[in-house]
């Protein structure tokens, strides 16, 4: 079963890569989305505090805003080799779960971009605040999945 539908329509398509120059800096892969914000990610609870600086302060309904997010390959992670980090606004908001990330990391892969950050929108839900009652902030990426 693939997780994911086909993440690019042709390996370093000038419409979903941005070349980065000859540094160190890693091509980054544009994830076209559909809308649909299917993929939660996790660990947020732990990222709680980075996630209402992005969203500013709680508010009683919450919020539902829209960010771009960077799926960023984290090759050196001491619990998991193959683990994505998301980061937004430049700070840590969670990791693609271990499942998912084996598979993001095949679909870079196959479009002939094995090295590269990804970039899609996310979508930030929760964090309302009612009384002595707080409500955790989620994310969600705009990544086609089956």
């Known amino acids: ?22 540094s160190e800096e890693p091509d980054l892969a544009i994830l076209p989305g559909n809308g649909e914000f299917d993929l939660q990610v996790v660990g947020e609870s732990h990222y709680q505090e980075a996630l209402e600086t ?42 693609l779960s271990r499942e998912v990330a084996k598979l993001y990391r095949q679909q870079l892969k196959a479009g002939g971009m094995p090295k590269a950050n990804g970039q899609c929108q996310a979508l930030i839900k929760g964090g309302w605040e009612r009384g002595d009652n707080k409500g955790s902030y989620g994310v969600w990426l705009d990544i086609p999945v089956q």
């Open 1 to 22: 079963m693939s997780f994911f539908k086909k993440l690019f329509s042709s390996p370093k398509s000038d419409q979903q890569v941005n070349e980065a120059p000859k």
């Open 54 to 95: 992005i969203c500013g302060p709680r508010t009683r309904q919450g919020v539902q805003q829209e960010h771009t997010a960077l799926l960023i390959l984290e090759d050196h992670n001491p619990y998991d080799k193959k683990a994505v980090r998301v980061e937004i606004d430049g700070k840590q908001v969670g990791y």
